[in-house]
């Protein structure tokens, strides 16, 4: 049975604690957020009922700056899973060097069931009744459920509320409305540019096979690019299932069959697999690119992969860990590989502050100086402490937060 996501997070936070000698009062302003909003949004549907929709934001910790980032809209939505998230982009926000704090929110629904214009209505009313929100407080941005499309909308009613244009109050927007190019790609080209340093790192073959859990934005975006080095793709996932070729994918085709049918499944050529099965695949490189706790106690002995790239939040449980490094098994984390899109969220504010758009060469170069600076120091931190590259990351990123906290004398 898979964990509470915050439970995780929570027993990350201790081991890197202790391991780290982090001054105990860090650990223990950050064993809680900051603030909690939850509040309820009714809503007329286009039949004319009424009905009440769920909503969640976190402010974790905002010691390194103003708070930001995603925002869900999904039918499972709870509150211990955003606390988590939140939590989550605290540390991956201080890894990266990005000057914010960490947040997340969302809304209980599935967009998939809302007309057009229902949804629209639900994305304008959560940014119209999120109590604190703009570019030095909290800026929301995408996650599962939203996307450029509806970070437009937020804009357009935070700018309608404000009564002046403010396009850094808003993260993940298309550059027709002030975003920034590489935007919707930035989580999946960052994971590939870790996946690079750690295939050299820890001799992994240039020509690896590969199984990706997810084949959104994230998942379809580092699959591309490493197909395009030469490795192979031998199983891909999706919501709807999974598929499967001992002899490798082709992910051209894959693209443009999913552009057409929408899912993976039944890509011709391929054998059909569960989502649960594809972790289990044998393969060298292992993405789980989905959703948190995919991999745990009862599955984690089953995994055959050398190197765990985890472009999910908290795919990976800490008992699964546990089982995972006794076996070998490298695991680039969380707040690390899928870093590329909280990196490219400041790019994106600053020059929504400044008024000066990058071009995406610029983008990628600074997404790479940033990303490979941050798996430096993680490498580095975990050699000095003989402990797991989770560990040291959460070190790193747990010394940053304390001088802050210290320096504005919370502690």
């Avoid at 709870?78 to 914010?100: C, Q, R």
């Avoid at 998942?219 to 999974?242: C, F, N, W």
């Avoid at 600053?350 to 941050?374: H, P």
């Amino acid at each position: 049975m898979s964990k509470n996501p915050f439970q995780t997070a929570l027993d990350t936070l201790q081991m890197a604690g202790e391991i780290g000698k982090i001054n105990p009062d860090v650990l223990k302003m950050l064993s809680q957020p900051k603030r909690i909003f939850q509040f309820s949004i009714p809503m007329k549907m286009d039949n004319g009922e009424l009905q009440i929709f769920q909503a969640f934001r976190v402010h974790y910790n905002d010691a390194l700056g103003q708070i930001k980032d995603g925002t869900r809209f999904v039918p499972d939505l709870d509150l211990d899973t955003v606390k988590a998230l939140g939590f989550w982009m605290t540390i991956k926000h201080a890894i990266a060097g990005v000057p914010a704090g960490g947040g997340k929110g969302g809304v209980r629904v599935d967009p998939g069931k809302l007309s057009d214009r229902e949804y629209e209505s639900l994305v304008r009313s959560f940014i119209r009744k999120l109590p604190m929100k703009g570019a030095w407080v909290d800026v929301p941005g995408a996650d599962i459920g939203t996307s450029g499309r509806t970070q437009a909308w937020m804009l357009d009613e935070f700018e309608e509320i404000m009564g002046f244009h403010s396009p850094a109050a808003i993260n993940d927007k298309p550059v027709e409305v002030n975003g920034t190019l590489g935007s919707r790609e930035a989580t999946g080209t960052g994971a590939f540019f870790v996946t690079m340093a750690a295939v050299k790192s820890y001799n992994i073959s240039p020509k690896a096979t590969v199984a990706v859990q997810g084949f959104g934005d994230v998942g379809s975006t580092i699959t591309e690019l490493l197909y395009q080095q030469g490795y192979k793709i031998v199983a891909v996932s999706d919501i709807k299932g999974g598929i499967y070729s001992e002899n490798g994918l082709n992910i051209t085709k894959l693209i443009e069959y999913v552009k057409e049918t929408g899912y993976v499944v039944d890509f011709p050529g391929s054998k059909s697999i569960g989502n649960d099965d594809l972790v289990e695949i044998d393969c060298e490189i292992l993405v789980p690119a989905a959703v948190q706790s995919v991999i745990y106690e009862d599955n984690a002995d089953k995994v055959k992969a050398r190197l765990i790239i985890e472009c999910a939040n908290g795919p990976v449980t800490t008992e699964a860990e546990k089982i995972l490094e006794k076996k070998g098994v490298t695991m680039i984390p969380d707040v690390l590989a899928n870093s590329g899109s909280a990196i490219v969220c400041a790019f994106e504010r600053t020059q929504g502050l400044t008024d000066t758009y990058w071009d995406l060469e610029t983008v990628n170069k600074r997404l790479n100086e940033r990303i490979l600076k941050a798996y430096q120091e993680t490498i580095k931190t975990a050699g000095e402490k003989d402990t797991s590259l989770r560990n040291a990351a959460w070190i790193n990123a747990l010394h940053k937060i304390g001088k802050a906290m210290k320096a504005r004398g919370w502690i």
